[in-house]
T-cell receptor, first 109, second 112 residues
C-alpha cells in the first residue's frame, strides 16, 4: 500500500520553463489536494479536487493548473515558471484525515 | 472558513521536559481536529485526531491533545520529550467537510 506518491522529489527549473508534478494515490480517495509550503508560512492550498473530472481553486492558484481524469491521479502543471514558485509542494488525499505525499522540492532560477 | 492559530512559532525545550504546543481555531461549530508532524525533509504524518467522543485524544509517540470546545482550542502535550521529537508540528481543522485549514506550524527543538 503506497499511499500518496509524488514525483519528482527534486527539480530545478529555469524561469519560463514548464513542468508537471505528478501525484498518485492508491487508497481510492475522492478528495485530493495540492499545497505549497514556504518557510514560516505553513501550507497554502493551490488546487483541490472532490472527484474525477472536478477541480477547484484554493488560496493560491495563480500560475498553476490541474486536471483529474482518474480517481488515482492529480497532476499539477506549472506554466512559465517564476522564482516566486520556488517552494516545496505536497500532494494529499483525504477520507476523514489527510494522507500526504513526501513532497517535491522545486527551485526556479 | 476556519482560521487556525498556532501561538508559538518556535518552542525550545530541554530533553525529558514536558511540552505544550498551542492551537486555537476560529469557529465553535462542529469540527474535526488534527495534529500533524513533519520531520526534516519529509512529508506530514498524522500524529492524532479528534473526530468525536472523549475530548482527550492520544496519538503516536506519547503525544496527546485535549479538545476544549468553549475555548476553541486543541493543545498538544507530551510529558517528556526526546531528541527525536524535534520537528515541525501543524494543527489542522476541518469543518467536517473534506477541506482542511492548517496553522502556520510550530517548530519544536529538543535540546540535549
Amino acid at each position: 500500500n503506497a499511499g500518496v506518491t509524488q514525483t519528482p522529489k527534486f527539480r530545478i527549473l529555469k524561469i519560463g520553463q514548464s513542468m508537471t508534478l505528478q501525484c498518485t494515490q492508491d487508497m481510492n480517495h475522492n478528495y485530493m489536494y495540492w499545497y505549497r509550503q514556504d518557510p514560516g508560512m505553513g501550507l497554502k492550498l493551490i488546487y483541490y479536487s472532490v472527484g474525477a473530472g472536478i477541480t477547484d481553486k484554493g488560496e493560491v492558484p495563480n500560475g498553476y493548473n490541474v486536471s483529474r481524469s482518474t480517481t488515482e491521479d492529480f497532476p499539477l502543471r506549472l506554466e512559465l515558471a517564476a522564482p516566486s514558485q520556488t517552494s516545496v509542494y505536497f500532494c494529499a488525499s483525504s477520507f476523514n484525515s489527510y494522507t500526504f505525499g513526501s513532497g517535491t522540492r522545486l527551485t526556479v532560477v | 472558513a476556519q482560521s487556525v492559530t498556532q501561538l508559538d512559532s518556535q518552542v525550545p525545550v530541554f530533553e525529558e521536559a514536558p511540552v505544550e504546543l498551542r492551537c486555537n481555531y476560529s469557529s465553535s461549530v462542529s469540527v474535526y481536529l488534527f495534529w500533524y508532524v513533519q520531520y526534516p525533509n519529509q512529508g506530514l504524518q498524522l500524529l492524532l485526531k479528534y473526530l468525536s467522543g472523549s475530548t482527550l485524544v492520544k496519538g503516536i509517540n506519547g503525544f496527546e491533545a485535549e479538545f476544549n470546545k468553549s475555548q476553541t482550542s486543541f493543545h498538544l502535550r507530551k510529558p517528556s520529550v526526546h531528541i527525536s521529537d524535534t520537528a515541525e508540528y501543524f494543527c489542522a481543522v476541518s469543518d467536517r467537510g473534506n477541506q482542511f485549514y492548517f496553522g502556520t506550524g510550530t517548530s519544536l527543538t529538543v535540546i540535549p
